[in-house]
């Protein structure tokens, strides 16, 4: 597990990194999910999806164009809040 863990910590932070944050949340995920009880590399793991979580939110959150019909901005904005909601619930 514990080279799970540190291959999903260097991938999921180049990941981060070059903001593909797709990516990046499935890497910190499957480390965490390697040893969800490790005290050691379970806080930073979430830590570390939570923020690329936020990240992906707020780009989500800017590319929806102010023009766009109101239903296409609503699916826009409800997978902003599912990303944050995922943030607040650490999952």
Known sequence: STAIINQ???????????KNYDLAIAK??????ADPEFAGSAPVLLN???LALLR??????NLIPKDAAPTARLEALSNVKKDL???VDGS
């Open 56 to 61: 992906r939110a707020i780009d989500r959150y």
């Open 85 to 87: 909601m995922d943030v």
């Open 8 to 18: 999903a910590l260097t991938e999921g932070g180049k990941a981060f990194e070059a």
């Open 48 to 50: 570390n999806k939570s």
């Open 28 to 33: 910190f995920e499957e480390g965490y999910q």
